[in-house]
């Protein structure tokens, strides 16, 4: 067994004066069964512990270090820009630059303004799509997590599936009747709600991949329906791509799938592991975002020259040739590992991955929707965790989240976790 004194001991001074002892509900380890351990500090895709112990990180700050902890590029990019100063809560050459690549990268989006994280985003761009269709209603589906705004706070994935929240009280029930929260990858469900009530909703919101209930892809069709209806009856498709954008593909899920949403919201690798969001979308959508249109929205810090300038790094680092190609092998060859080392081990095992995010489900069925993801072996995801920490491997701590690989990771770390995994599956 590790040793954890130092991380026990900084977990109960932490109880005292932060609830949960943590600044974010999954973080405290809960539902495993475990208790957080404390980061001293990491590097490349090491993440080293209050104790001194090291593991190989998959979280990855959950999802934008994905070209691990400390790139050379992202730190001095930081430090040079240090130089200048951190927040000047003015304009600077480091949004254009940025939202110029943004731009270029992702196919729908035309216009895009800077925020300070995946919430304020997805917030954002409900607030813009009720603005610009005078409509109140938005479509979500379960088990995807958008933030934690109000609105969006129903059958919501991520920590509030992970601690079997059914909303959050200090939500008002006025605030939620506007949302309906449908099933994931129901096609036929989906297109009666939009001939039911189509003419009322402002917009559909959905992760193109979901990557909060574990990783759900979509299935074929799916999105095509999201595309169609929504076109059909004047209503804006909002694809999440927080998690997926950057990540699936430079272009995110919607160059990888070939579907073209109204609005985007971004986070996470944008920021290169500063706190950021964006949302961007066509341009007459985006013109209606005050002060060239009406809809508020506004934030001290959003442009912070620091975030853009790790982000703006990162996406250079990840734009080159055949970063993807590798990302995806490195990936590929983990998945397979930990599926091989299941099925020799006789535990059924389901994993889902679209590019350098994966999930795996402790069931032998296959994962279309939050239902199925609910249903799967929970305690057998708990031990297993545990006993992948105890060997030196960091991953989420929960099934309901992913689980990402960095360029950081080489093949022979993938060894080491596939060996890893080998032991632990039979000892379950
Ligand atoms: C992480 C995430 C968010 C929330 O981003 P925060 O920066 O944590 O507020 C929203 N949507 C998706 C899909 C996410 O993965």
């Known amino acids: 067994m590790l040793n954890h004194n130092m991380s026990l001991k900084l977990y109960k001074r932490a109880l005292e004066k932060i609830p949960g002892g943590v600044n974010s509900p999954v973080r405290a380890c809960k539902s495993v069964g475990a208790d957080p351990v404390f980061i001293d500090r990491a590097d490349g895709c090491f993440i080293f512990d209050a104790d001194g112990n090291r593991y190989i990180d998959y979280v990855g700050s959950w999802g934008p270090l994905i070209v691990g902890h400390r790139h050379p590029a992202v730190i001095e990019a930081i430090e040079s820009v240090l130089n200048r100063g951190t927040s000047f809560g003015a304009p600077t050459d480091l949004e254009i630059e940025l939202a110029a690549m943004v731009i270029e990268a992702v196919p729908s989006v035309e216009m895009v303004r800077m925020v300070n994280s995946g919430t304020e985003a997805t917030m954002s761009a409900i607030r813009l799509a009720r603005g610009v269709t005078g409509r109140d209603t938005v479509v979500k589906f379960d088990g995807c997590y958008h933030g934690h705004a109000d609105t969006l706070l129903v059958e919501a994935g991520s920590g509030v599936a992970t601690l079997s929240i059914p909303g959050s009280p200090?939500?008002?029930?006025?605030?939620?009747?506007?949302?309906?929260?449908?099933?994931?990858?129901?096609?036929?469900?989906?297109?009666?709600?939009?001939?039911?009530?189509?003419?009322?909703?402002?917009?559909?919101?959905?992760?193109?991949?979901?990557?909060?209930?574990?990783?759900?892809?979509?299935?074929?069709?799916?999105?095509?329906?999201?595309?169609?209806?929504?076109?059909?009856?004047?209503?804006?498709?909002?694809?999440?791509?927080?998690?997926?954008?950057?990540?699936?593909?430079?272009?995110?899920?919607?160059?990888?799938?070939?579907?073209?949403?109204?609005i985007t919201t971004l986070g996470k690798i944008i920021g290169g592991g500063m706190p950021v969001g964006a949302y961007g979308g066509r341009r007459e959508i985006m013109e209606q975002v005050a002060p060239q249109g009406s809809v508020y929205q506004a934030g001290t810090l959003s442009g912070n020259p620091v975030a853009m300038a790790a982000g703006i790094a990162t996406l250079k680092e990840i734009k080159r040739p055949g970063f993807y190609d590798n990302l995806e092998n490195t990936t590929a060859q983990l998945v397979d590992g930990l599926t091989k080392a299941a099925r020799q081990a006789g535990i059924s095992v389901t994993v889902d991955r679209v590019g350098s995010m994966a999930g795996l489900f402790f069931t032998d069925r296959t994962v279309k929707n939050f239902n199925d993801a609910k249903t799967c072996d929970l305690d057998r995801f708990s031990s297993y965790y545990r006993k992948m920490l105890n060997s030196g491997i960091y991953l989420a701590p929960s099934q309901f989240e992913a689980l990402f690989v960095s360029s950081a990771h080489t093949a022979e770390h993938i060894d080491t976790t596939v060996a890893a995994a080998e032991k632990v599956f039979r000892e379950l």
Do not use: W
Request: net charge negative.
């Open 170 to 262: 200090g939500v008002p029930k006025s605030f939620v009747t506007h949302t309906l929260s449908l099933p994931y990858n129901d096609v036929e469900g989906f297109k009666k709600v939009m001939e039911r009530d189509g003419e009322k909703i402002a917009c559909v919101i959905v992760e193109p991949v979901a990557g909060n209930m574990g990783v759900v892809p979509p299935v074929p069709g799916f999105l095509e329906a999201l595309r169609e209806e929504t076109e059909r009856h004047g209503s804006i498709l909002i694809f999440d791509e927080v998690m997926t954008g950057f990540r699936v593909a430079y272009g995110g899920a919607q160059q990888l799938y070939g579907i073209s949403p109204d």
